[in-house]
């Protein structure tokens, strides 16, 4: 993240003009975010004082899930993102240690709805990557008497990605932002990489986003439109497929402009992700 940070910082500098050692100065300064970063340190000097052997682990805060979450990536996405290929074993370790973390040791009354949903999606993510990084802590969790030749055969079977419906639509949820958060920036070459096999290139793309900037001169990102209020689902189990609407954040809250698709669940579970097949762009 900091190397991806200062390399974003240093072509914003070079297009104003920064000459190179006020550029290597300013670099400095930039590192990856730390989230809450005083009161986990002050929490841990207290911690300390009565717990010294705690020393030899100082606290270092991260942002990793977060990250991904308000991105709205998949772990392929954010491992190319971030040009992790080569250590992308350890990002999906770390990611199954803080699914357990999150999991395990905060009480069931202090999770929030959402955070049961981010929980739900970390969990199914991390499983689908590579789900033997939580067979054995589940078996562990909630022990069961089987043979060695059972526990093996449960550990090759990785579970549909729809089985479970919590994280299922938290994938769909971040599927769709990801392309509201695309079409925000305008990047319409990267939302035809996404979708022109169902026939959303980056014309149709352009075309769509070209008639939405007419009439509005922002697309909202935040966190409202991202809520659950702003995404309909209506699940048509008979035709094997889930009809989604995300509609659009505008500036005046008229919320007649979105995008609709249709979410194959058999490919889903194929692939082990959210298939979307865009279908329209435009007002309802």
């Known amino acids: 993240m900091q190397n991806k940070a200062r390399g974003e910082a240093v072509g914003r500098m070079k297009a104003d003009g920064v000459e190179y ?4 100065e300013r670099l400095q300064e930039i590192s990856y975010p730390k989230p809450l970063e005083e009161l986990l340190w002050h929490a841990y000097g207290v911690y300390r ?11 270092s805060p991260k942002s990793v899930i977060r990250d991904m979450y308000e991105r709205a990536l998949s772990f392929t996405e954010f491992t190319s993102w971030y040009e992790l290929a080569r250590t992308e074993g350890i990002v999906l370790r770390y990611l199954a240690s803080a ?18 949903d981010l929980i739900a999606w970390l969990g199914e993510m ?20 089987q043979t ?14 729809t089985a479970n419906a919590r994280a299922f639509r938290v994938l769909v949820r971040n599927a769709l932002f990801r ?16 979708d022109a096999e169902s026939g959303w ?5 352009g075309g769509a986003m070209d008639a939405y900037w007419d009439e509005y001169d922002d697309l909202g990102t935040g966190p409202d439109a991202r809520g659950p209020k702003l995404l309909s689902i209506e699940e048509d189990a008979a035709h094997g497929l889930w009809r989604v609407r995300q509609t659009f954040a505008d500036p005046n809250g008229d919320h007649d402009w979105g995008i609709s698709a249709e979410v194959d669940l058999a490919a889903s579970d194929e692939e082990g992700r959210a298939v979307v097949r865009v279908t329209s762009v435009g007002q309802l």
């Open 126 to 145: 991390v499983r689908q990557v590579d789900s033997s990084l939580l067979d054995e802590w589940e078996q562990l969790a909630n022990p069961e008497v």
């Open 49 to 59: 004082t009565s717990h010294p052997w705690v020393g030899d682990h100082p606290v």
């Open 21 to 24: 050692e006020e550029r290597m």
């Open 201 to 205: 290139d980056a014309d149709a793309w």
């Open 179 to 194: 392309r509201v958060e695309l079409a925000a920036l305008d990047n319409v070459a990267a939302l035809g990489e996404l």
């Open 148 to 161: 060695a030749e059972e526990a093996q055969e449960k550990a090759d079977q990785v579970k549909p990605v």
């Open 99 to 116: 699914y357990k973390a999150l999991d395990h040791t905060i009480p069931d009354d202090l999770k929030t709805e959402d955070l049961e």
